[in-house]
């Protein structure tokens, strides 16, 4: 076979040697071979994570920061050198802009409380028709406690961004902040954020981006992408619950006031009076997720050690056919159909409600996410109460696609 | 993949084709049940006789096969019954979702028995009969 030649299959199936480091992948369910298609909701972690934070708790754990001792400065060494890392995999210009936090949800509510905090009644904080509820139920909440305006910017009809619309909503100069997905986590739309970032900046607004879906997809850099905030969350990145990270420009970060009051936060405390730490820390309250944080870094190590060119690459051509496949399924219907687009893809059955698709998918092994996705308003949008979605991860295979549309057409023979 | 324990004839047939689907013009009772998670929706209809027993009963359902096939085999179930008997079968429906496996007497219902293994669909089945006992007890309390 002439090796210049790589036809869509190859490329779709080009990590599948990765699946040997995820343990998980020879689980059985319902005693059927697991088949995870439900890797933007959360992904699988490999042994990499999973040895790192098992031998950081057997042989270097301690409380971090003001521990006076061996075992205490160690960790803190390690806890420390994610934040290094974490800058490096955003492009940060400085290791002080990255804030670590519980997750990307976290994060967005520390923005909304602290940057919220500075804003005034009658600007205007801007997001689209296709935020998870974590990049539009804050803002509501800041707009009911502070009197600003929440401004929505529709989706076209194939799921992109109307950026018409877009730019009518900046017109009157009073936005303050546009919070908008980098990927929807229902669509798969991968938004243009160059675009909107000097969109918005041409209007005197700051934007912040939630890069929940696409940084596990796609390299990010914060600085040449000119973004001001940037979010993202360690369990969709191969890594461990309870940890996130808010990027933000240094300027920002030092004029907003804290979020959480606690331990680590402070510079110095008496009765009448505190002073905060200076940043990132003054956004850290409390014991951090230590050995979390440290699994981040695995998992990071891991993401580089395979490179974006090569995730990239897997991963349009891995929905490219899986487009395809299902498109192929007699009565489905694929939501949100932007040009620019990543592995996560919404679909709609003729005759079967997208619950039942996901139990009987289930039952033959197959893990997909089935109902609003986290993203109401915009299921009202699309005019639909759910949809059932598959979406890929780094060990998603052309041989798993061709099961789950083969069982998508005999669920959906069970129906007609 | 030719038959599945869940979605049995039975299931399936009901959900495509329900027999007790559609309005009631002589109801005096109405009641509805919804889930928010999935977009499920059951309206109840119904007319009861001197003694409190259902004398007819209608179901619309808006909702997944399991929901629509469970509210068509209730209303099929329920007509001639009591309050105290609906009670007495949903308690066993309960058990056999819960359990896996369906008390003697539960007919067709037992059905959905393996939803044990489904934690999150149990609610599908249940929701007609919770949207029913609901009904019957606001009456009783009117």
Redesign the interface.
């Known amino acids: 076979m002439d090796q210049s030649v790589i036809t869509p299959t190859d490329a779709a199936g080009s990590l599948r040697h990765v699946r040997a480091d995820f343990p998980i992948l020879s689980q059985k369910v319902h005693g059927k071979d697991l088949v995870f298609l439900d890797s933007a909701a959360s992904a699988q972690k490999p042994r990499q994570v999973i040895d790192c934070m098992a031998d950081t708790m057997r042989t270097q754990y301690a409380n971090i920061h003001r521990g006076l001792y061996w075992m205490s400065e160690r960790t803190t060494e390690a806890y420390e050198a994610v934040r290094d890392q974490v800058a490096r995999f955003l492009g940060a210009a400085a290791r002080e802009e990255i804030v670590f936090t519980r997750n990307s949800t976290e994060a967005i509510n520390l923005v909304a409380h602290s940057y919220g905090g500075l804003l005034k009644p009658g600007q205007v904080v801007l997001v689209s028709e296709m935020e998870h509820h974590a990049n539009l139920v804050p803002w509501q909440m800041l707009r009911d406690r502070g009197g600003i305006e929440l401004r929505i910017t529709p989706i076209t009809d194939d799921g992109a961004l109307d950026m018409e619309a877009l730019e009518a909503n900046l017109a009157d100069g009073r936005v303050a902040l546009v919070a908008i997905t980098h990927m929807s986590n229902v669509l798969g739309t991968i938004t243009d954020a160059r675009a909107i970032i000097d969109m918005a900046h041409a209007a005197g607004a700051k934007v912040l981006l939630d890069g929940s879906q696409l940084a596990v997809h796609r390299r990010v850099n914060v600085q040449e992408l000119g973004a001001d905030f940037y979010v993202v969350t360690g369990h969709k990145l191969y890594g461990p619950t309870g940890i996130g990270v808010l990027w933000a420009r240094r300027e920002l970060l030092e004029a907003m006031p804290p979020f959480l009051g606690g331990g680590d936060m402070i510079s110095t405390v008496s009765f009448e009076r505190s002073t905060w730490a200076n940043v990132p820390h003054k956004f850290e309250a409390g014991t951090p997720a230590i050995i979390e944080t440290i699994g981040l870094g695995a998992a990071l190590a891991y993401i580089e050690s395979i490179g974006f060119d090569a995730i990239g690459a897997h991963e349009d051509a891995l929905t490219a056919y899986a487009l395809e496949a299902l498109g192929n399924v007699n009565g489905l219907k694929v939501i949100g159909t932007a040009p620019q687009r990543g592995g996560v893809i919404s679909f709609i059955m003729k005759d079967v409600h997208p619950h039942d698709i996901a139990t009987l998918l289930d039952r033959n092994g197959i893990a997909v996410r089935a109902g609003h996705h986290c993203a109401e308003p915009l299921m009202r949008r699309l005019g639909v109460t759910a949809t059932a979605r598959a979406s890929f991860g780094i060990y998603t295979t052309p041989e798993e696609i061709d099961f789950l549309a083969a069982t998508l057409e005999q669920i959906r023979g069970f129906f007609v | 993949?030719a038959q599945?324990d869940?979605?049995r004839t039975v299931v399936?047939e009901r959900?495509?084709a329900p027999q007790h689907a559609g309005a009631l013009p002589a109801a005096t009772l109405n009641g509805q049940g919804s889930n928010p998670?999935?977009?499920d929706r059951v309206q109840l209809h119904a007319v009861l006789d001197g003694q409190g027993r259902i004398e007819a009963i209608r179901h619309e359902t808006r909702?997944?096969?399991?929901c629509a096939a469970s509210a068509d085999l209730m209303a099929g179930r329920v007509t001639g019954q009591d309050r105290a008997h609906v009670g007495r079968l949903h308690a066993e429906l309960v058990e056999a979702v819960e359990t896996g496996t369906a008390p003697a007497g539960l007919g067709e219902l037992a059905a959905f028995a393996p939803l044990h293994?489904?934690r999150s669909?149990r609610r599908?089945a249940l929701l007609p009969w919770s949207a029913l006992i609901d009904m019957l007890n606001d009456d009783k309390d009117r």
């Open positions: 993949m599945d869940l979605y399936l959900a495509r998670l999935c977009g909702g997944c096969a399991i293994q489904h669909r599908c």
